[in-house]
């Protein structure tokens, strides 16, 4: 590769000295797993994001499928969600037996259209999961109404989010309950992770023994007399979710660089959207009043995009790891044996043809984001009409 040192994904981790001595200290502890860091980084996520609770869990897919399990979504049920986002955020309902029902979403801010979203309502209706799609918080308070008015459980899927603003305050309090994740490419990494923050008690109690087999070791909980001071017991169908006190220790680092991390991502995004401000060639992401986005992505719409598979080429061929973000969930041939088709969500359908992202990460070098730049118009503009 010419001209640059390193490969540009469109997002990456930042792991400093202090992060990996954090995590050897865990290593030269007597607990490398179900010891106090746990505990230390739920407690400090909780914290951070306002919320009375939080679990985490082994993914962001297990946080869901734990949130889906506390809100007691199950066979015969149905759920509504986007299909602008990564296929885990239905599959998590799917494995509970629910059906998701797909609302398309806006055009500008590619999140679920709350608009939309009373005329796909039935009786079979659970919950609504509404995507902070690239870190850009929904519109949570006319989604939440909606929840309310129909008596639905809403779930924020903030696995982009975490740092977002919504009206002036951090998302994670918002919904009944919200799920962040720790993938490499977020906002902060434990390697994989995840974490469901609530402020209902009952959902707390239900995300913990889920996480854990469904077992208990609670004796005010249990339900048959106990044998003695080893007795526990398994009162559901959990997993092992378990997130490790390696990984607790690498993320408690990462939440206190978090504002950094934060800074420097608006800071390149602001860079983009000034220097690309008079560009006809793609449309910019947008920002609206009532949003602050924590800018996990930043998501570029090509206007004539007969030749994105070959911009797709040749920006990698160069160095920049573009990526696209969404396929349509049901445009998945798993959901189509499902009986989903194409055009549910015409919306949702145009936005995947016109996205690529680009890259948008701390650590970004000045020399970097000017490379970027200049090949994406160059590149754009060679395969533009």
């Given at each position: 590769?010419?001209?640059?040192?390193?490969?540009?994904?469109?997002?990456?981790?930042?792991?400093e000295?202090d992060?990996?001595?954090e995590v050897?200290k865990?290593?030269?502890?007597?607990f490398?797993?179900?010891g106090?860091?746990v505990?230390r980084?739920?407690?400090?996520?909780?914290?951070?994001?306002?919320?009375?609770?939080c679990?985490?869990f082994?993914?962001?897919?297990?946080?869901?499928?734990?949130?889906?399990f506390?809100a007691?979504?199950?066979?015969?049920d149905?759920?509504i969600t986007?299909?602008?986002?990564f296929a885990?955020?239905?599959?998590a309902g799917l494995?509970?037996?629910?059906r998701?029902?797909?609302v398309?979403?806006?055009?500008?801010?590619g999140?679920?259209?709350?608009?939309?979203?009373?005329?796909?309502?039935?009786?079979?209706?659970?919950?609504v999961?509404?995507v902070?799609?690239?870190g850009?918080?929904?519109?949570?308070?006319?989604?939440?109404d909606?929840?309310?008015?129909?008596?639905?459980?809403?779930?924020?899927?903030?696995?982009?989010?975490?740092?977002?603003?919504?009206?002036?305050k951090?998302?994670?309090?918002?919904?009944?309950?919200?799920?962040?994740s720790?993938?490499?490419?977020?906002i902060?990494?434990?390697?994989?992770?995840?974490?469901?923050?609530?402020n209902?008690?009952?959902?707390?109690?239900?995300l913990v023994?889920?996480?854990?087999?469904g077992?208990?070791k609670?004796?005010?909980?249990f339900?048959?007399?106990?044998?003695?001071?080893w007795?526990?017991?398994?009162?559901?169908?959990?997993?092992?979710?378990r997130?490790t006190d390696?990984q607790?220790?690498?993320?408690?680092s990462?939440?206190?660089?978090?504002?950094?991390f934060?800074k420097?991502?608006?800071?390149i995004?602001?860079?983009?959207?000034?220097d690309?401000?008079?560009?006809?060639?793609?449309?910019?992401?947008?920002?609206?009043?009532?949003?602050k986005?924590?800018?996990?992505?930043f998501?570029?719409?090509?206007?004539?995009y007969?030749k994105?598979a070959e911009?797709?080429?040749?920006?990698r061929?160069?160095?920049?790891?573009?990526?696209?973000?969404?396929i349509p969930?049901?445009?998945h041939?798993?959901y189509?044996?499902?009986?989903?088709?194409?055009g549910l969500?015409?919306?949702?359908?145009?936005?995947?043809?016109?996205?690529?992202?680009?890259?948008?990460?701390?650590g970004l070098?000045?020399?970097e984001?000017?490379?970027i730049?200049?090949?994406l118009?160059k590149?754009?503009q060679?395969?533009?009409?």
């Amino acid at each position: 590769m010419s001209k640059l040192n390193r490969l540009l994904p469109y997002s990456r981790q930042l792991i400093e000295e202090d992060d990996i001595e954090e995590v050897v200290k865990v290593l030269r502890s007597d607990f490398i797993t179900q010891g106090p860091m746990v505990e230390r980084f739920e407690k400090a996520l909780a914290k951070y994001v306002g919320a009375k609770y939080c679990v985490v869990f082994s993914s962001g897919t297990a946080a869901l499928h734990g949130a889906y399990f506390a809100a007691g979504l199950a066979h015969g049920d149905e759920f509504i969600t986007t299909p602008n986002t990564f296929a885990a955020t239905s599959n998590a309902g799917l494995y509970l037996g629910a059906r998701p029902i797909f609302v398309d979403i806006e055009s500008d801010t590619g999140n679920i259209d709350p608009n939309l979203i009373e005329q796909k309502i039935t009786p079979k209706t659970k919950l609504v999961t509404a995507v902070d799609y690239s870190g850009h918080p929904a519109d949570i308070d006319a989604i939440r109404d909606i929840a309310k008015d129909h008596d639905l459980i809403f779930i924020e899927d903030a696995a982009h989010a975490l740092g977002a603003e919504y009206k002036g305050k951090k998302v994670g309090s918002f919904a009944d309950m919200t799920i962040f994740s720790f993938h490499p490419v977020k906002i902060i990494t434990t390697g994989e992770g995840g974490a469901v923050c609530t402020n209902n008690e009952k959902f707390y109690e239900k995300l913990v023994i889920f996480r854990q087999h469904g077992i208990t070791k609670d004796s005010g909980k249990f339900l048959n007399p106990p044998d003695g001071d080893w007795y526990y017991e398994m009162q559901e169908l959990g997993y092992n979710y378990r997130l490790t006190d390696i990984q607790c220790a690498l993320g408690l680092s990462q939440l206190k660089k978090i504002d950094r991390f934060l800074k420097e991502r608006r800071k390149i995004a602001k860079r983009y959207m000034d220097d690309f401000v008079d560009v006809k060639l793609f449309e910019l992401p947008v920002e609206k009043e009532y949003a602050k986005s924590s800018w996990h992505l930043f998501p570029i719409k090509l206007r004539d995009y007969s030749k994105k598979a070959e911009i797709f080429r040749e920006l990698r061929e160069n160095g920049i790891l573009v990526q696209v973000h969404y396929i349509p969930v049901y445009w998945h041939p798993y959901y189509q044996r499902l009986g989903y088709s194409k055009g549910l969500c015409p919306k949702a359908e145009e936005f995947y043809k016109k996205e690529l992202s680009i890259p948008v990460f701390p650590g970004l070098s000045e020399e970097e984001i000017a490379y970027i730049e200049d090949t994406l118009l160059k590149v754009v503009q060679k395969y533009s009409r």
